[in-house]
């Protein structure tokens, strides 16, 4: 996991270097930031609680593990401010996504009010969920629920309560996968009616490139062991991740690879269709009565 991390901070900067000035660059950078932040949660907590093993017979298990102790090492934050931390990195990255989709619709969006007042009211719903989301995973909501189910168990309503915290949590999870299809679906809904052969490319190239990084966000914080455990908000008051004993080994083999091929994939196609390049593209063009929303 250090690894990706390191992967991801290389990721940037080539992008940074390669056009600064680029919304789409940015937000992409904005993306990988966040999700380098809560997984720097990760690393933190997995130090604190849990084994971290590589196997010996992988060639860089001595980078991968001096670079797991000196990122835990980097900084010594209470398992409550590295929940905080995590849900900032969480919302930076879903801001990036919103931002995104909200960049695309500027430099393509014809001048209907209508269609402006029903985007305004798209991005106010999003930004709400923003707000829903950090307040509803927060340790002081933790807490609070603990301390409701355990007044519940007295009166009989105990059983009550966890299922319904328990649907809460798989509705956020369900809430925010949706929340990073929105930039995707706008754009292969573009793509669908663009007429413009290159255009159309980059359009793919674009929606792939989000779909690639979704992949990859979604897997590390919502399912497998890294998820939250809502079951710990019942037993100890506190959302933490199912930690087992010893971290599963994948994590610190296949998700160095996996993000690494993932992060290359994505600098190919800035690279080979300019995807970096098309808000100037569509100025230059003058292509906005093409596309609809």
């Known amino acids: 996991m250090a690894l990706t991390i390191t992967f991801m901070a290389f990721f940037s900067i080539i992008l940074a270097i390669r056009n600064p000035k680029n919304k789409y660059n940015l ?71 919103m931002l995104f989709a909200n960049a695309f619709n500027k430099n393509v969006l014809t001048k209907n009010q209508s269609i402006k007042h029903k985007n305004i009211l798209q991005y106010a719903t999003l930004a709400s969920y923003l707000v829903l989301y950090f307040i509803f995973y927060h340790p002081d909501t933790a807490f609070t629920i603990y301390l ?31 929340y990073m299809i929105f930039p995707i679906a706008i754009l292969i809904r573009n793509l669908l009616k663009n007429k413009i052969s290159f255009f159309s490319e980059q359009l793919l190239g674009l929606a792939l490139s989000i779909s690639l990084l979704n992949t990859l966000f ?44 993932i992060l290359l994939i994505i600098l190919y196609i ?9 808000i100037n593209w569509l100025k230059e063009k003058g292509i906005k009565k093409n596309l609809a929303f």
């Open 218 to 261: 979604y897997f590390v914080f919502f399912t497998g062991a890294f998820r939250t455990s809502v079951q710990d908000v019942f037993d100890y008051a506190f959302w933490r991740y199912k930690l087992a004993v010893i971290v599963p080994i994948s994590y610190a083999t296949v998700l160095p690879l996996l993000s690494f091929v």
């Open 27 to 97: 937000l992409f950078i904005m993306m990988v930031f966040g999700m380098t932040l809560s997984m720097f949660t990760i690393v933190s907590e997995i130090y604190k609680s849990s084994n971290y093993q590589v196997p010996s017979s992988f060639v860089y298990r001595g980078i991968e593990y001096n670079l797991f102790l000196f990122f835990s090492r980097l900084f010594r934050i209470s398992l409550s401010n590295l929940q905080i931390l995590r849900n900032v990195g969480i919302i930076t990255y879903l801001t990036a996504i």
């Open 148 to 178: 409701i189910a355990n007044k519940l168990k007295i009166q009989g309503n105990y059983n009550l309560w966890i299922s319904f915290i328990t649907v809460l949590d798989i509705i956020m999870g369900i809430l925010t996968f949706l």
């Open 270 to 278: 800035t690279y080979k269709f300019k995807t970096d390049s098309m």
